[in-house]
């Protein structure tokens, strides 16, 4: 079986959220010294200076920048950075749900789903309860290559929150143009 997912790219996924948070604490680090510096100087400059407001002024502007890009930081790149570490572990470490499904098409969308982005492909499976085929949307990971699926193609996958971490090609068939109604038959 193909797996989609390894270990090293939950330790690349660890080593880019430690490189985030220390490249955040680095400029916080930094702000924060030269807040000291400016506020000591301040501090230090006579009653009724001229330099005064501009001192207020440039810690003033100095702080928002630091607020706006901490929260463009925090809430997109290391957000979305630590999203994608929690998929790839539960990804890796829970009990995927298998079975057989005949692939129809990859959708052109891409979903996100927990704060990751996917793009989307069509099967067809039995579904037990309903005794039915039914059309399944199954999520491939836009950071890994697309699987060289065709229309027709009998797969068996392995599937974590409906999220594709495993498949393997059973049989190759060449479907194409042809509709629902009729791959199901």
Do not use: H
């Not at 330790?11 to 924060?32: D, M, S």
């Not at 890994?144 to 409906?162: A, E, M, Q, V, W």
Request: charged share 25%.
């Amino acid at each position: 079986m193909t797996e989609i997912y390894s270990k090293g790219d939950l330790e690349a996924a660890v080593k880019q959220k430690r490189n985030c948070l220390i490249y955040f604490f680095t400029v916080t680090g930094i702000f924060l010294a030269v807040s000291v510096f400016v506020f000591v100087y301040f501090l230090f400059e006579p009653y009724g200076s001229a330099k005064k407001p501009w001192l207020l002024t440039l810690e003033c502007v100095f702080t928002g920048l630091y607020a706006i890009f901490s929260y463009l930081y925090l809430s997109i790149r290391f957000s979305r950075v630590r999203r994608y570490k929690i998929m790839l572990e539960r990804a890796l470490n829970r009990k995927p749900t298998e079975g057989e499904a005949t692939f129809m098409r990859f959708n052109g969308e891409v979903n996100v789903k927990d704060g990751v982005d996917f793009r989307s492909m069509t099967l067809v499976e039995w579904s037990e309860k309903e005794q039915e085929y039914m059309e399944r949307y199954v999520l491939l990971d836009v950071e890994k290559p697309c699987p060289d699926f065709r229309t027709g193609d009998l797969l068996k996958i392995k599937t974590y929150s409906n999220v594709l971490t495993g498949y393997d090609i059973l049989n190759r068939m060449d479907l194409a143009g042809t509709p629902f109604e009729e791959v199901v038959k």
